[in-house]
């Protein structure tokens, strides 16, 4: 039956994804802890070997104690999908579930990979036809991420992605094209959000349906709060006047503090770098004159 569409609430669905190092559990931390502004609503499951628990309790950091739920080997999707409902269900329909890394199912021991093998060395099936069977399971894991009744975010790991073109001498070659997540082609992309953190911390956006389409920032708390506002009330953050991008907290600065002094000193909403540099500009043709 057609109607006539209107904006909803909605869950966040986002992924990040980056190098080892990057900051990509951090960066799920803070973005749950702005959309819930509570730690007892968030669950991270851990597959990196119990890393998160440096996280805990980290008054360097802000960081407070959330739920934790460690998972080892076999990681299997099965196994995947009972923690999601487990932690959909601990954190309520206002918390953050932070699966924390999504590759695992993927290419690890028992994730679906492993499952394809298995499939293959059956009777009457091969690599190529046991991918119908495997890709179920992978089907059905990421729709349970997508269909939890709370907020979900994941992290995926990435490496160098290539691609084989042809050279000026006629031949074949491997030609780099940059990072991919490791997990299923396009797996990135049944997400709402994906942003890619670099390994100087600066998160980009590589697909986008709010409002981070010229988003590049260290991620903060203020964004998990951004995304709520936005998710729930359809509210846009205030945007610099100049490069466009979105105003957030800066060297101990509030959002507000920013968007002030821009207005007091320039007449202008500008972010805290473009508010810097106009000012000096100011200053010193103030002083040449």
């Known amino acids: 039956m057609l109607e006539k569409v209107t904006r909803k609430k909605a869950k966040l669905r986002l992924a990040l994804t980056g190098v080892s190092g990057a900051g990509k559990t951090l960066s799920a931390l803070y973005i749950a802890y702005g959309m819930t502004g509570d730690w007892d609503k968030i669950v991270l499951i851990d597959t990196e070997h119990e890393r998160a628990r440096f996280y805990a309790d980290r008054e360097d950091l802000g960081t407070g104690s ?17 923690l999601v ?14 699966i924390d890394s999504l590759s695992h199912a993927w290419n690890n021991e028992g994730g679906v990979l492993d499952i394809k093998d298995k499939i293959a060395e059956r009777p ?4 190529y036809t046991a991918w119908n069977e495997a890709g179920r399971f992978q089907n059905d894991l990421i729709n349970t991420i997508l269909a939890v009744d709370c907020h979900t975010i994941v992290t995926m790991r990435s490496k160098m992605d290539y691609v084989m073109q042809q050279n000026d001498r ?14 299923r082609d396009d797996t990135e992309y049944e997400f709402d959000i994906v942003l890619d953190i670099a390994r100087n911390h600066i998160a980009t956006a ?28 359809g509210a846009e953050p205030v945007k610099c006047e100049s490069c466009k991008k979105i105003i957030s907290a800066f060297n101990g600065r509030s959002e507000k503090q920013i968007i002030d002094a821009g207005q007091k000193q320039l007449g202008k909403t500008l972010c805290y770098h473009c508010f810097a540099k106009e000012f000096r500009a100011k200053r010193d043709a103030d002083a040449a004159s």
């Open 85 to 98: 409902y487990e932690a959909a269900e601990t954190v309520g329909t206002d918390g953050v579930v932070i």
């Open 170 to 183: 006629g031949k074949m070659e491997p030609v780099k094209i940059g990072l991919a997540p490791i997990q």
């Open 66 to 82: 959330f739920y934790y739920a460690p998972f080892s080997p076999p990681y299997s999707p099965e196994r995947y999908k009972q």
């Open 206 to 233: 590589s697909k986008d349906t709010t409002f981070l389409d010229r988003f590049g920032q260290i991620i903060t708390p203020e964004l998990g709060q951004q995304l709520k506002n936005w998710l729930e009330n």
């Open 124 to 127: 009457g099936k091969n690599s």
